[in-house]
Nanobody
Framework: QVRLVESGGGLVQAGGSLRLSCAASGRTFSSTPMGWFRQAPGKEREFVATISGSGARTYYADSVKGRFTISRDNAKNTVSLRMNSLKPEDTAVYYC???????????????????WGQGTQVTVSS
């Protein structure tokens, strides 16, 4: 079981930037595809970005492509999400998740991620 702790959320004006971090512990991190998801009030958890175990492959939701960048540092057991040009519609609780399968498929389904952090709130004011 991978244990995850997110940090870096906060309040930012539209057009601003934030960097979220997720610290992982537990089973072999470098083999595990990771993902960032978000959940706004009254909405289902939605996919934001995923990254393969090596970091060589990434995949983004259309709504964040070109604005957000997912990365990982396997030496430090961390995965990050750099968010630029933030919009009010990016407001949500952001969660990092560890994929159940060690095979990177680019899945965007929350049910394919078996471990979640507690989430970090991102609020973008207009």
């Amino acid at each position: 079981q991978v244990r995850l702790v997110e940090s870096g959320g906060g309040l930012v004006q539209a057009g601003g930037s934030l960097r979220l971090s997720c610290a992982a512990s537990g089973r072999t991190f470098s083999s595990t595809p990771m993902g960032w998801f978000r959940q706004a009030p009254g909405k289902e958890r939605e996919f934001v970005a995923t990254i393969s175990g090596s970091g060589a492959r990434t995949y983004y939701a259309d709504s964040v492509k070109g604005r957000f960048t997912i990365s990982r540092d396997n030496a430090k057991n961390t995965v990050s999400l750099r968010m630029n040009s933030l919009k009010p519609e990016d407001t949500a609780v952001y969660y990092c998740g560890a994929a159940v399968s060690l095979f990177y498929s680019g899945t965007t389904r929350p049910e394919d991620f078996g471990s979640w952090g507690q989430g970090t709130q991102v609020t973008v004011s207009s």
